[in-house]
């Protein structure tokens, strides 16, 4: 076993295990904003764990391109989809207040809905 194999393999099982921790916070955790949290962050980063080590280990073939590809295309999507699903929660008053620490997004709808302009 070389050291390209052992990199390769660390890498995978690593973003393996984040993605595994990933789903399980999405089914363990109460409201959608920590489980959309738990879909986010930890799995892009598995993800993106898993193609390193698929790129290392096809090094010098055509498909690195597709992997560096898709790695790309996660990393560009993920954050806007993490963050319309979380408007939507909100708006749809589908949280829990208790979970909050600062609810900053209340003080803005009260502005929006009073008329107020926020383009400063």
């Known amino acids: 076993?070389?050291?390209?194999?052992?990199?390769?393999?660390?890498?995978?099982?690593?973003?393996?295990t984040l993605a595994l921790t990933a789903a399980i916070g999405v089914v363990r955790f109460p409201d959608t904003l920590t489980r959309m949290?738990?879909?986010s962050k930890p799995q892009v980063l598995g993800l993106l764990l898993v193609l390193a080590g698929a790129a290392i280990q096809l090094r010098g073939q055509a498909d690195v391109g597709m992997v560096l590809l898709t790695g790309l295309f996660t990393m560009i999507t993920a954050p806007v989809i993490a963050n319309r699903v979380g408007?939507?929660?909100?708006?749809?008053?589908n949280v829990r207040d208790d979970l909050l620490t600062a609810d900053e997004a209340d003080e803005f709808v009260e502005r929006m809905e009073s008329g107020g302009d926020d383009r400063n």
């Open 1 to 16: 076993m070389t050291v390209v194999d052992v990199l390769t393999a660390v890498l995978v099982l690593g973003g393996s």
């Open 87 to 93: 408007q939507l929660a909100y708006r749809e008053q």
């Open 37 to 39: 949290h738990a879909a």
